[in-house]
């Protein structure tokens, strides 16, 4: 697993009304203690803290919620590595598919009636060009995978 030794990441999230900058998006995550060295801890991530008002907001800027109450509930049961990985998402969907919205729900997973999220990209390209642009986006989201985080969370496209 890759470490991350750069948190004050330049990641922009652009949408109809401005910017959100990624640094900013991950300090909305109510944590116990703020980030006092230039490493990141994952082993501080494993804990949940609770959604606060502005990470909320930030994640309805970014995604079109389907059952957003469902989706909030969730959320406090989870670990804040999910939580910052729903802020990266959008960026990188941004960065190989700049056209198109996000949508994020809350499922049953059908193999086992787990409850996971399932973000999807509205996307008006070709099979071949979005699964390989999905490929890339699946690479970069595996480096921030700790204590199984991917396996609360689903990316797929959404033909139109």
Known sequence: MPVHTNHKSNYIYTYEGGNLN????TMSIKFSK????????????????GVTNSYWQNLNIMYHLINDNE?????????DDLKILLL??????QKYFPNDKISLELIQDPDNSKSLLRSYIHTKLSASEATTKLSKIDN????FETNNTLDSFLLNVEFE
């Open 22 to 25: 990624l640094r900013d998006m």
């Open 88 to 93: 990266y998402i959008p960026i990188f969907v």
């Open 71 to 79: 989706i909030k509930k969730y959320l406090t049961t989870k670990g």
């Open 140 to 143: 970069l989201a595996e480096e």
């Open 34 to 49: 703020s980030f006092k060295t230039p490493e990141y801890n994952f082993e501080f991530f494993k804990t949940a803290y």
